[in-house]
């Protein structure tokens, strides 16, 4: 009773109040843990998941066990990037190359939600599952926040359902624990409670990145070409933006060739959308209107710099009707 009470970024700028926040959460892993427990988490580099993992190696130093699944979905040098920032940190964590896992169960997926499926299972079932049954852990740590639960249970969201998820019978994996350290809070109050952790501001500030990562950002069946065009091209859309305050860029490659010239002759080539959102919480927002050299930059560098690209058009509508995400 009163689990999901919640703790809002209000009360969280109190010091006071960050502090037992703090230390509760703390003192909550260790008790779930014991002495000589061990506990596993995943981490993607986003708040959420990067709160998740300070408060769980503040309890249990080396006895919790981070693993940073490389989907092979994750924007250019994105896993190197965050397991350095973690490493300066001192806390140790592996990354698991799955990129062919994922890969294969994408294979001939056109449809959105199949595809989001896709990247489900393979994170769940087939990779993550599969290291939390064989690490040996009693508990499990994940960055579920207030928002997921309540979009869960309207059913907004894909199911939260961890145990299910991972494909454990909480019956018969009797005394295996999940925790939601975060389960009170809301995004803009774990921004805060990553700020007191002391996490570097690319992570406090990080922009939101879908789990499903580039794969929503493929119009069309997801392969290793595709990627590679989609993640260049998303490295020059957020080096442009860099300068403008925005709540998130998207750099969407789109399912219909369009005609266009290379080196005088004609290329059946691909088409880039680019995104560019301001918003609050994501429920509503409104596309930001860039500057026009910022626009040219998009138009001239993109084609310039990817092979295969010959056009670029950018996003006007609102959300609603239009969803932030192509997919
Ligand atoms: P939409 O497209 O629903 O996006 O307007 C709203 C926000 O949610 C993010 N998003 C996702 N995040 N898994 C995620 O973890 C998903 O499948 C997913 N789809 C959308 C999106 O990036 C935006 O911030």
Same mark, same amino acid.
């Given at each position: 009773?009163?689990?999901?009470?919640?703790?809002?970024?209000?009360?969280?700028?109190?010091?006071?109040?960050?502090?037992?926040?703090?230390?509760?959460?703390?003192?909550?892993?260790?008790?779930?843990?014991?002495?000589?427990?061990?506990?596993?988490?995943? $981490?993607?580099?986003? *708040?959420?998941?990067?709160?998740?993992?300070?408060?769980?190696?503040?309890?249990?130093?080396? @006895?919790?066990?981070?693993?940073?699944?490389?989907?092979?979905?994750?924007?250019?040098?994105?896993?190197?990037?965050?397991?350095?920032?973690?490493?300066?940190?001192?806390?140790?964590?592996?990354?698991?190359?799955?990129?062919?896992?994922?890969?294969?169960?994408?294979?001939?997926?056109?449809?959105?939600?199949?595809? @989001?499926?896709? *990247?489900?299972?393979?994170?769940?079932?087939? *990779?993550?599952?599969?290291?939390? @049954?064989?690490?040996?852990?009693?508990?499990?740590?994940?960055?579920?926040?207030?928002?997921?639960?309540?979009?869960?249970?309207?059913?907004?969201?894909?199911?939260?359902?961890?145990?299910?998820?991972?494909?454990?019978?909480?019956?018969?994996?009797?005394?295996?624990?999940?925790?939601?350290?975060?389960?009170?809070?809301?995004?803009?109050?774990? @921004?805060?409670?990553?700020?007191?952790?002391?996490?570097?501001?690319?992570?406090?500030?990080?922009?939101?990145?879908?789990?499903?990562? $580039?794969?929503?950002?493929?119009?069309?069946?997801?392969?290793?070409?595709?990627?590679?065009?989609?993640?260049?091209?998303?490295?020059?859309?957020?080096?442009?933006?860099?300068?403008?305050?925005?709540?998130?860029?998207?750099?969407?490659?789109?399912?219909?060739?369009?005609?266009?010239?290379?080196?005088?002759?004609? $290329?059946?080539?691909?088409?880039?959308?680019?995104?560019?959102?301001?918003?609050?919480?994501?429920?509503?927002?409104?596309?930001?209107?860039?500057?026009?050299?910022?626009?040219?930059?998009?138009?001239?560098?993109?084609?310039?710099?990817?092979?295969?690209?010959?056009?670029?058009?950018?996003?006007?509508?609102?959300?609603?009707?239009?969803?932030?995400?192509?997919?």
């Amino acid at each position: 009773m009163g689990m999901n009470r919640e703790i809002t970024a209000a009360m969280l700028s109190d010091a006071r109040v960050m502090q037992d926040f703090i230390d509760e959460q703390v003192a909550a892993i260790q008790e779930a843990v014991g002495n000589d427990g061990l506990a596993v988490n995943a $981490l993607s580099g986003g *708040v959420d998941s990067s709160v998740v993992t300070m408060l769980g190696h503040r309890a249990l130093g080396s @006895r919790l066990k981070t693993y940073f699944i490389d989907s092979g979905l994750m924007r250019e040098g994105e896993p190197g990037q965050i397991f350095g920032i973690f490493w300066s940190l001192g806390i140790p964590v592996e990354i698991v190359n799955a990129a062919d896992v994922f890969l294969r169960n994408l294979a001939g997926l056109t449809d959105p939600e199949k595809k @989001r499926d896709g *990247v489900s299972q393979s994170f769940y079932r087939d *990779v993550f599952g599969k290291l939390v @049954r064989e690490s040996g852990a009693q508990v499990l740590l994940h960055g579920t926040n207030l928002t997921d639960v309540e979009e869960t249970k309207a059913g907004i969201k894909r199911q939260h359902n961890i145990f299910e998820q991972l494909g454990i019978d909480p019956q018969q994996a009797f005394g295996y624990k999940i925790l939601e350290p975060l389960v009170q809070l809301r995004k803009d109050g774990i @921004r805060l409670v990553a700020q007191a952790l002391d996490l570097p501001p690319k992570i406090v500030n990080r922009q939101p990145f879908p789990g499903p990562g $580039l794969s929503v950002r493929i119009q069309g069946e997801v392969t290793a070409e595709k990627l590679g065009i989609v993640r260049k091209a998303t490295v020059i859309v957020e080096e442009i933006f860099h300068i403008l305050p925005v709540f998130q860029t998207m750099t969407i490659l789109k399912g219909d060739r369009v005609t266009g010239i290379v080196g005088g002759k004609r $290329l059946f080539g691909y088409q880039i959308e680019v995104r560019a959102w301001t918003s609050v919480d994501a429920r509503k927002a409104e596309p930001a209107i860039p500057p026009t050299f910022i626009l040219q930059d998009l138009g001239r560098r993109i084609p310039a710099e990817v092979p295969g690209v010959v056009s670029v058009v950018y996003q006007l509508t609102p959300k609603p009707p239009c969803t932030m995400e192509a997919e």
